[in-house]
């Protein structure tokens, strides 16, 4: 109803933006499925449009604020450190010189070989090294940034969705229920994550899907803290008393009206969570309870090269550990200058 | 000459000089890789305890360093009927409180080892198969059974021999009895030996102290029968983590560390002033297969069959496997390609190349897959625990690798030990990884523990998860366990491991090979039972 009275306007630039986030979204989202599934478009197509489905998203998102998120040096070279490891994600498969994750491919021989040294065929030269499985840490590291990335974009995404949800009921809810939800949180939140990841992962054994639902598990009640939050001082407001007056019924003011109001702060966290989400997911890995150890992630690949770490065979785990330190500083750089964009009361 | 190069010179001097001191003071400090739980001799039985035990309370009988029998407190032993054996003791030997040794002293120990309180793992395991003691005279003791026992020795060889005098007890007036020795027999508390109030054996080194978490102190026995040690006192710390330990040796604050990580061994090798030994150990490390589930767990791409119980694949599985790629690659030259469960030179193993390990043969392995019906392979899940056994893990990444390339799509599921051993108890994996160490040191215990077929009556095929059943094999083993005499028991022995390798009944992979470190002024053999015994080492020729 409230599209009713809107008043169609061609001119309004805003309406191209949200067509054109729309479509970026459902775009990055089908091609996130195809990838996964292994069906549709060719695995190339779809990781462009993953790509520029992305991009479009995140210029969407600083809309009409870039003077004020690129306001500093730190700005360009953190964002476009996060471009250039998004794009080697992405890209993993095509970029590096070997699958990592298909045993016919590695060959026990060529293990814990120096950086620049090269195959037994002298078909192939690891520019990183090899780990004890003959595994070319370039290669590794690689995939292992698509694993972490996804596993830690999926989840992050789904705790927030869960965390949003649970937020807003119990915001709008209140009374018992409010208080009910909010002692779950409390309780949840009173545990170190690691330790909570821990024990869901021993219950549950590794696997990708495992990982992802331990991290959804661990992080969904920062969400729904922040959400309460906002929420609560949100439903006092007029605009939601119209709605009211208006006799909307109850999931409408909520998701149409309250829930758009709730998102900045909801995009603050979740970039900097995705950063808490990456070094949870290696620490998880590194700790031996995380990915399949024939997938390695980066924390896996840590803890492969841990123990010649002394003997001298540094590459193992320093590359890795680079790979996984820019990620997240880039990550984190990227969340900062988003805060300081978005967040009303610092421009007020 | 005061000035300030002049005094650092001297400092370091001094401080070069320091870490010399304590070999010169007869004073030897080990780092432990894991500490024993108590100084009872009979509260656990568990390898670092019985480490331990060893220097401070011997047995009747004592085993070398490849586990086969040596004289200790018994001079010789021989059986004297089917179902006794006869046991000569040493007039010569006195405990540590200086009340003399004899069989009585054996009969309380016998009498005192199923009643130890609170104990983790009785040392009944050893003796539970013994009917009768007698005493013929103070030096004589004869051992009665139910059944032959031909093992008997050996059982005689884990337990150590306290004093029924220092303890309060006339010795002679005790009868040993199966179901008990009478209730009233006062025995010295666990608590007491930790102390060391009750620490009275007849080693050639005395307890002094033993606090948990702090290390073991060892005084030389200066009354000992036998060749004395070579230290006066021995220390031993418990330095649980790797690097720690290493660390420790390399800067000089121990002498001597046990199971430096193999990864650092490269590095210790090319210290001068270090020395590394290492041993073939009793371990071997393998990969069992489900013969009887269909379809077996996590098989894939055979139509619920489970191509397992195909000799032909068995065969194939075990060829495709580059045994000594894995040794050099992932063990790091630290372990022994393995043909079957118990190394050379062991009771009941094949001499030095009459069973050597298959050779790898990928080409061959593909063609006995397509000639077994699966030329595209079969999908294949390999259960390891990831912080048991040296490399666990990696070695299992190893195999898949090598079973990937004649085609069995295989995936690795790594857990930690409680987890993976309680789902390998439940029979979840069609392919595990895991290792047997021999305790009594011959054929007889991976046999009857991996490959007997499983039969909880008869105590066979208690670790056989794989659930391996070949009957003609288990009539030669049973034989084997009933026969007294040694070369006809070894025939047995070898002949039951020459059946089961034949059948392709289990992989074996590797025997695990036990480094030790030390300082290059002192010297150790290095046992198959992976003990450190402070007694052995030497200073080096």
Same mark, same amino acid.
């Given at each position: 109803?409230?599209?009713?009275?809107?008043?169609? $306007?061609?001119?309004?630039?805003?309406?191209?933006?949200?067509?054109?986030?729309?479509?970026?979204?459902?775009?990055?989202?089908?091609? %996130?499925?195809?990838?996964?599934?292994?069906?549709?478009?060719?695995?190339?197509? @779809?990781?462009?449009?993953?790509?520029?489905? %992305?991009?479009?998203?995140?210029?969407?998102?600083?809309?009409?604020?870039?003077?004020?998120?690129?306001?500093?040096?730190?700005?360009?070279?953190?964002?476009?450190?996060?471009? !250039?490891?998004?794009?080697?994600?992405?890209?993993?498969?095509?970029?590096?010189?070997?699958?990592?994750?298909?045993?016919?491919?590695? $060959?026990?021989?060529?293990?814990?070989?120096?950086?620049?040294?090269?195959?037994?065929?002298?078909?192939?030269?690891?520019?990183?090294?090899?780990?004890?499985?003959?595994?070319?840490?370039?290669?590794?590291?690689?995939?292992?940034?698509?694993?972490?990335?996804?596993?830690?974009?999926?989840?992050?995404?789904?705790?927030?969705?869960?965390?949003?949800?649970?937020?807003?009921?119990?915001?709008?809810?209140?009374?018992?229920?409010?208080?009910?939800?909010?002692?779950?949180?409390?309780?949840?939140?009173?545990?170190?994550?690691?330790?909570?990841? %821990?024990?869901?992962?021993? @219950?549950?054994?590794?696997?990708?899907?495992?990982?992802?639902?331990?991290?959804?598990?661990?992080?969904?009640?920062?969400?729904?803290?922040?959400?309460?939050?906002?929420?609560?001082?949100?439903?006092?407001?007029?605009?939601? $008393?119209?709605?009211?007056?208006?006799?909307?019924?109850?999931?409408?003011?909520?998701?149409?009206?309250?829930?758009?109001?709730?998102?900045?702060?909801?995009?603050?966290?979740?970039?900097?969570?995705? @950063?808490?989400?990456?070094?949870?997911?290696?620490?998880?890995?590194?700790?031996?309870?995380?990915?399949?150890?024939?997938?390695?992630?980066?924390?896996?690949?840590?803890?492969?090269?841990?123990?010649?770490?002394?003997?001298?065979?540094?590459?193992?785990?320093?590359?890795?550990?680079?790979?996984?330190?820019?990620? !997240?500083? @880039?990550?984190?750089?990227?969340?900062?200058?988003?805060? $300081?964009?978005?967040?009303?009361?610092?421009?007020? | 000459? /005061?000035?300030?190069?002049?005094?650092?010179?001297?400092?370091?001097?001094?401080?070069?000089?320091?870490?010399?001191?304590?070999?010169?003071?007869?004073?030897?400090?080990?780092?432990?890789? /894991?500490?024993?739980?108590?100084?009872?001799?009979?509260?656990?039985?568990?390898?670092?305890?019985?480490?331990?035990?060893?220097?401070?309370?011997?047995?009747?009988?004592?085993?070398?360093? +490849?586990?086969?029998?040596?004289?200790?407190?018994?001079?010789?032993?021989?059986?004297?009927?089917?179902?006794?054996?006869?046991?000569?003791?040493?007039?010569?030997?006195?405990?540590?409180?200086? /009340?003399?040794?004899?069989?009585?002293?054996?009969?309380?120990?016998?009498?005192?080892?199923?009643?130890?309180?609170?104990?983790?793992?009785?040392?009944?395991?050893?003796?539970?198969? #013994?009917?009768?003691?007698?005493?013929?005279?103070?030096?004589?003791?004869? =051992?009665?059974?139910?059944?032959?026992?031909?093992?008997?020795?050996?059982?005689?060889?884990?337990?150590?021999?306290?004093?029924?005098?220092?303890?309060?007890?006339?010795?002679?007036?005790?009868?040993?009895?199966?179901?008990?020795?009478?209730?009233?027999?006062?025995?010295?508390?666990?608590? +007491?030996?930790?102390?060391?109030?009750?620490?009275?054996?007849?080693?050639?080194?005395?307890?002094?102290?033993?606090?948990?978490?702090?290390?073991?102190?060892? =005084?030389?026995?200066? *009354?000992?029968?036998?060749?004395?040690?070579?230290?006066?006192?021995?220390?031993?710390?418990?330095?649980?983590?790797?690097?720690?330990?290493?660390?420790?040796?390399?800067?000089? *604050?121990?002498?001597?560390?046990?199971?430096?990580?193999?990864?650092?061994?490269?590095?210790?090798?090319?210290?001068?002033?270090?020395?590394?030994?290492?041993?073939?150990?009793?371990?071997?490390?393998?990969?069992?297969?489900?013969?009887?589930?269909?379809?077996?767990?996590?098989?894939?791409?055979?139509?619920?069959?489970?191509?397992?119980?195909?000799?032909?694949?068995?065969?194939?599985?075990?060829?495709?496997?580059?045994?000594?790629?894995?040794?050099?690659?992932?063990?790091?030259?630290?372990?022994?390609?393995?043909?079957?469960?118990?190394?050379?030179?062991?009771?009941?193993?094949?001499?030095?190349?009459?069973?050597?390990?298959?050779?790898?043969?990928?080409?061959?392995?593909?063609?006995?897959?397509?000639?077994?019906?699966?030329?595209?392979?079969?999908? #294949?899940?390999?259960?390891?625990?990831?912080?048991?056994?040296?490399?666990? +893990?990696?070695?299992?990444?190893?195999?898949?690798?090598?079973?990937?390339?004649?085609?069995?799509?295989?995936?690795?599921?790594?857990?930690?030990?409680?987890?993976?051993?309680?789902?390998?108890?439940?029979?979840?994996? /069609?392919?595990?990884?895991?290792?047997?160490?021999?305790?009594?040191?011959?054929?007889?215990?991976?046999?009857?523990?991996?490959?007997?077929?499983?039969?909880?009556?008869?105590?066979?095929?208690?670790?056989?998860?794989?659930?391996?059943?070949?009957?003609?094999?288990?009539?030669?083993?049973?034989?084997?366990?009933?026969?007294?005499?040694?070369?006809?028991?070894?025939?047995?022995?070898?002949?039951?491991?020459?059946?089961?390798?034949?059948?392709?009944?289990?992989?074996?992979?590797?025997?695990?090979?036990?480094?030790?470190?030390?300082?290059?002024?002192?010297?150790?053999?290095?046992?198959?039972?992976?003990?450190?015994?402070?007694?052995?080492?030497?200073?080096?020729?």
């Amino acid at each position: 109803m409230s599209a009713d009275i809107q008043i169609p $306007d061609e001119n309004d630039p805003g309406r191209l933006w949200r067509l054109a986030s729309r479509l970026s979204a459902i775009a990055v989202l089908a091609a %996130l499925l195809m990838l996964l599934s292994g069906t549709g478009l060719p695995p190339l197509m @779809a990781r462009f449009i993953l790509l520029i489905g %992305l991009i479009i998203l995140a210029a969407v998102l600083l809309r009409g604020k870039y003077a004020k998120f690129f306001s500093g040096p730190a700005a360009y070279v953190a964002t476009a450190s996060l471009l !250039v490891l998004v794009v080697l994600a992405i890209f993993a498969a095509e970029l590096s010189p070997q699958n990592p994750y298909d045993l016919r491919q590695l $060959d026990i021989m060529d293990g814990r070989q120096p950086p620049g040294s090269t195959n037994f065929d002298k078909t192939m030269t690891f520019h990183l090294g090899t780990d004890e499985q003959g595994r070319d840490i370039l290669s590794g590291i690689l995939y292992g940034l698509r694993v972490s990335l996804s596993v830690s974009l999926v989840a992050t995404l789904m705790a927030m969705v869960i965390g949003v949800v649970v937020g807003i009921y119990a915001a709008w809810a209140g009374g018992r229920i409010e208080a009910i939800l909010m002692r779950i949180v409390d309780f949840q939140l009173s545990f170190p994550s690691i330790l909570v990841a %821990l024990m869901l992962m021993a @219950a549950f054994g590794r696997g990708l899907d495992k990982i992802v639902i331990a991290l959804i598990i661990v992080q969904w009640a920062y969400y729904a803290r922040t959400v309460r939050g906002t929420a609560l001082s949100e439903t006092r407001k007029e605009y939601i $008393d119209a709605a009211r007056g208006l006799g909307l019924p109850a999931w409408r003011i909520v998701f149409g009206h309250l829930l758009p109001n709730c998102i900045p702060p909801l995009i603050v966290i979740s970039t900097v969570q995705v @950063a808490n989400t990456i070094v949870l997911e290696s620490s998880l890995s590194f700790l031996g309870v995380g990915v399949p150890i024939t997938q390695p992630s980066l924390g896996l690949l840590i803890a492969n090269g841990y123990g010649y770490m002394l003997s001298g065979q540094y590459w193992m785990s320093m590359y890795p550990g680079i790979a996984l330190l820019a990620i !997240v500083a @880039a990550i984190n750089m990227v969340g900062d200058r988003l805060r $300081d964009t978005l967040n009303p009361r610092l421009s007020r | 000459m /005061s000035s300030p190069v002049y005094r650092g010179l001297v400092v370091a001097t001094l401080a070069a000089a320091i870490p010399a001191l304590p070999l010169a003071a007869q004073e030897l400090r080990i780092g432990l890789a /894991s500490e024993p739980s108590s100084a009872d001799p009979h509260f656990h039985n568990l390898g670092p305890n019985n480490q331990l035990r060893r220097n401070i309370f011997e047995s009747l009988v004592g085993t070398d360093e +490849a586990q086969q029998l040596t004289p200790l407190l018994a001079e010789s032993w021989a059986p004297v009927s089917d179902t006794s054996w006869q046991f000569n003791l040493r007039k010569d030997v006195t405990f540590s409180d200086g /009340s003399p040794f004899d069989a009585h002293d054996v009969v309380y120990t016998v009498c005192r080892i199923p009643g130890v309180p609170d104990s983790p793992s009785l040392f009944t395991t050893y003796t539970g198969g #013994i009917t009768g003691l007698e005493v013929v005279d103070p030096h004589t003791l004869i =051992v009665h059974s139910a059944e032959p026992y031909p093992l008997m020795p050996t059982e005689f060889s884990t337990f150590g021999i306290i004093s029924a005098r220092a303890n309060g007890v006339d010795g002679s007036a005790l009868t040993f009895s199966p179901e008990g020795c009478g209730n009233d027999m006062p025995v010295p508390a666990t608590q +007491a030996f930790n102390d060391g109030s009750a620490a009275i054996g007849t080693g050639p080194f005395l307890l002094d102290s033993f606090r948990r978490g702090e290390g073991i102190s060892l =005084v030389r026995n200066p *009354d000992y029968w036998g060749e004395a040690a070579h230290w006066e006192r021995v220390t031993m710390l418990p330095l649980t983590s790797e690097g720690p330990r290493v660390a420790a040796l390399i800067a000089g *604050d121990v002498d001597f560390v046990e199971n430096p990580p193999l990864q650092d061994l490269e590095r210790l090798n090319a210290d001068p002033g270090l020395r590394v030994v290492q041993g073939i150990s009793n371990r071997v490390i393998y990969i069992h297969l489900d013969h009887k589930q269909v379809p077996s767990p996590m098989i894939t791409g055979t139509d619920g069959a489970n191509p397992l119980q195909d000799i032909r694949v068995r065969e194939a599985l075990t060829i495709a496997v580059n045994r000594d790629a894995i040794v050099e690659r992932i063990m790091g030259g630290v372990a022994v390609s393995a043909g079957e469960l118990l190394p050379p030179g062991m009771f009941g193993a094949h001499e030095d190349g009459d069973l050597p390990p298959r050779a790898f043969d990928a080409d061959r392995a593909k063609a006995l897959l397509a000639e077994a019906g699966y030329p595209n392979g079969f999908g #294949i899940t390999i259960g390891t625990p990831n912080d048991r056994y040296i490399n666990d +893990a990696q070695v299992a990444q190893a195999v898949a690798q090598m079973w990937a390339r004649i085609g069995v799509e295989t995936q690795i599921d790594a857990s930690t030990a409680s987890t993976f051993f309680s789902r390998r108890n439940a029979f979840e994996f /069609s392919a595990y990884l895991a290792g047997w160490g021999a305790g009594t040191g011959e054929m007889s215990s991976p046999l009857r523990a991996l490959l007997a077929t499983r039969n909880s009556d008869l105590g066979l095929g208690g670790t056989n998860r794989g659930q391996y059943s070949n009957p003609a094999m288990d009539a030669v083993l049973l034989e084997a366990l009933r026969t007294v005499d040694d070369t006809a028991r070894e025939n047995l022995l070898r002949q039951a491991s020459r059946m089961a390798m034949d059948d392709y009944a289990i992989i074996p992979l590797h025997y695990e090979v036990t480094p030790w470190a030390m300082r290059a002024a002192i010297d150790y053999t290095p046992r198959a039972d992976q003990y450190t015994l402070p007694y052995m080492i030497r200073p080096a020729n």
